[in-house]
T-cell receptor, first 114, second 115 residues
Framework: AQTVTQSQPEMSVQEAETVTLSCTYDTSESDYYLFWYKQPPSRQMILVIR??????QNATENRFSVNFQKAAKSFSLKISDSQLGDAAMYFC???????????FGAGTILRVKS | DTEVTQTPKHLVMGMTNKKSLKCEQHMGHRAMYWYKQKAKKPPELMFVYSYEKLSINESVPSRFSPECPNSSLLNLHLHALQPEDSALYLCASSQVSGKAGNTIYFGEGSWLTVV
C-alpha cells in the first residue's frame, strides 16, 4: 500500500522569507503523480503544484517549486517570498496513474509572521 | 474560483432527519468523489464514482448513501446520522484514472453538524 509522510506538524516563516515543507512517500509503482494542496481556514482544498513521476524536471508555479527526488521518494515544497496569504494547512498527496485514490499525508500547518 | 460547486455550505441536522448534500461540476470529468474531513486531519475517501458507476466504497456505513444521477452531479444522502459524523464533506472530480491530467479538484465543502 502507498503511504505519504509529512514529518513537520507545524512550520513558521517570516514574511518575505523562504520555507521548505518536507514529504516522503512509499510506493512500488513507477508511474504516478504527486501533489501539494493548500487548505486555508476557509477550508477550500486548493491545488498548489503537481509533479508527474516520469518527468525529471522539478515543477514550478510562480513562488512555489518542488524538489522531487524519485530514488529517495522525496517530494518537498519550497515557498519563496512567503506572504501572509500562504498561511494554511499544506497536504502532500500521491496518486497512482491508474488508480482513483488520492493518498494524503497528515499535513503541515504553515504560519507566516509579519 | 472553484469549478466544483457544493450545496449547502452549512447543514445542521438532527439524528432522525434525512438530508442530502449536492455537488456539481462542469469540467467534463467522469470521476467524482466524496471525502470526509475532521478538523486538522487529512480528508478520508468515502466513495468514488467512475462513469456514473460506484467504483469504490471505503466501507462507509449505510447511513451515507451516494448517488450519481449524471456525469455532472453527485449527491450524498444522509439518514440517521450520529454526532460523530459531524465533519466537513468534500466533493471532488477528475479525469478517470489513466488519462492525462490526473489532478483531483475539490469543492469548497459542506459543513455538517449532527445534533
Amino acid at each position: 500500500a502507498q503511504t505519504v509522510t509529512q514529518s513537520q506538524p507545524e512550520m513558521s516563516v517570516q514574511e518575505a522569507e523562504t520555507v521548505t515543507l518536507s514529504c516522503t512517500y512509499d510506493t512500488s509503482e513507477s508511474d504516478y503523480y504527486l501533489f501539494w494542496y493548500k487548505q486555508p481556514p476557509s477550508r477550500q482544498m486548493i491545488l498548489v503544484i503537481r509533479q508527474e513521476a516520469y518527468k525529471q524536471q522539478n515543477a514550478t508555479e510562480n513562488r512555489f517549486s518542488v524538489n522531487f527526488q524519485k530514488a529517495a521518494k522525496s517530494f518537498s515544497l519550497k515557498i519563496s517570498d512567503s506572504q501572509l496569504g500562504d498561511a494554511a494547512m499544506y497536504f502532500c498527496a500521491y496518486r497512482w496513474r491508474y488508480g482513483n485514490k488520492l493518498v494524503f499525508g497528515a499535513g503541515t500547518i504553515l504560519r507566516v509572521k509579519s | 474560483d472553484t469549478e466544483v460547486t457544493q450545496t449547502p455550505k452549512h447543514l445542521v441536522m438532527g439524528m432522525t432527519n434525512k438530508k442530502s448534500l449536492k455537488c456539481e461540476q462542469h469540467m467534463g470529468h467522469r470521476a467524482m468523489y466524496w471525502y470526509k474531513q475532521k478538523a486538522k486531519k487529512p480528508p478520508e475517501l468515502m466513495f468514488v464514482y467512475s462513469y456514473e458507476k460506484l467504483s469504490i466504497n471505503e466501507s462507509v456505513p449505510s447511513r451515507f448513501s451516494p448517488e450519481c444521477p449524471n456525469s455532472s452531479l453527485l449527491n450524498l444522502h444522509l439518514h440517521a446520522l450520529q454526532p460523530e459524523d459531524s465533519a466537513l464533506y468534500l466533493c471532488a472530480s477528475s479525469q478517470v484514472s489513466g488519462k492525462a491530467g490526473n489532478t483531483i479538484y475539490f469543492g469548497e465543502g459542506s459543513w455538517l453538524t449532527v445534533v
